[in-house]
């Protein structure tokens, strides 16, 4: 008796997996634009990134499945002092700034305002996430929505960012490299097809 009671419990349980599944898949990809920033005192200098950039890194996430989402988990700035040995040596102890992106529609729309980064490293990473203002991540976000789903505007190439500033002490001299790296999440939704 326990051994029909038993087999009837599997076969329930197989015929209840029988049916198709549908899964998520959450892989993600990191890209970054880059601005090379060599200025006496106030700054402003684009970090843009390429559209075929993100479109190739979602071809390259070779997921099967229809794209539902597109999500920011991260924003950073990467700092590299005296990145460009041909300009004179970085003498600014800190920075002030604020990062932009521009949407489809050329407004301009803030991504975190009037950050201080002090300079005493040669490398560092500063991760932006808990500056971050709603305005410019919902335009992000839409941008990465429009270029997964193949819906940018014609003309459209870039991502434009731009990253302003100013030096302290003031008038000192920055020479650095800043990568705007952004990591992007991708929702699939995906049909696994029962027994």
Same mark, same amino acid.
């Given at each position: 008796m326990?051994k029909i009671?038993?087999n009837?419990?599997i =076969?329930?349980?197989?015929l209840?997996g029988?049916?198709? !599944?549908?899964i998520?898949?959450y892989?993600?990809?990191?890209?970054s634009?880059?601005?090379?920033?060599?200025?006496?005192?106030?700054?402003?200098? @684009?970090?843009?990134i390429?559209?075929?950039e993100i479109?190739?890194a979602i071809?390259?996430?070779? =997921?099967?499945?229809e794209i539902t989402?597109?999500?920011?988990?991260?924003?950073f700035l990467?700092?590299?002092?005296?990145?460009?040995?041909? $300009?004179?040596a970085n003498?600014?102890?800190e920075v002030? @700034?604020s990062?932009f992106i521009?949407?489809?529609?050329?407004?301009? +729309?803030?991504?975190?305002?009037n950050?201080?980064?002090?300079?005493?490293?040669?490398?560092?990473?500063v991760?932006?996430?808990? +500056?971050?203002k709603?305005?410019?991540?919902? $335009?992000?976000?839409n941008?990465?929505?429009?270029?997964? +789903?193949?819906?940018?505007?014609?003309?459209?190439? $870039?991502? @434009?960012?731009?990253?302003?500033?100013?030096?302290f002490?003031?008038?000192?001299?920055?020479n650095a490299?800043?990568d705007?790296?952004? !990591?992007?999440v991708?929702? +699939? !939704?995906?049909?696994?097809?029962?027994?």
């Amino acid at each position: 008796m326990k051994k029909i009671i038993f087999n009837i419990v599997i =076969t329930a349980l197989l015929l209840a997996g029988c049916g198709d !599944k549908e899964i998520y898949l959450y892989p993600s990809f990191t890209e970054s634009g880059t601005a090379f920033v060599h200025h006496e005192g106030a700054f402003a200098e @684009s970090a843009d990134i390429d559209v075929r950039e993100i479109q190739d890194a979602i071809k390259d996430l070779d =997921t099967d499945g229809e794209i539902t989402d597109v999500m920011v988990e991260g924003i950073f700035l990467d700092v590299a002092l005296n990145a460009t040995p041909e $300009q004179p040596a970085n003498t600014a102890e800190e920075v002030v @700034s604020s990062i932009f992106i521009t949407g489809w529609d050329n407004t301009e +729309y803030i991504l975190v305002e009037n950050l201080t980064i002090s300079l005493n490293a040669t490398t560092q990473s500063v991760n932006l996430n808990q +500056y971050l203002k709603k305005p410019g991540v919902d $335009q992000l976000r839409n941008i990465l929505k429009a270029i997964a +789903y193949n819906t940018v505007p014609h003309g459209k190439n $870039q991502i @434009s960012i731009r990253i302003e500033g100013n030096t302290f002490p003031n008038s000192t001299f920055i020479n650095a490299k800043m990568d705007v790296r952004i !990591k992007v999440v991708v929702e +699939y !939704k995906d049909e696994v097809k029962g027994l």
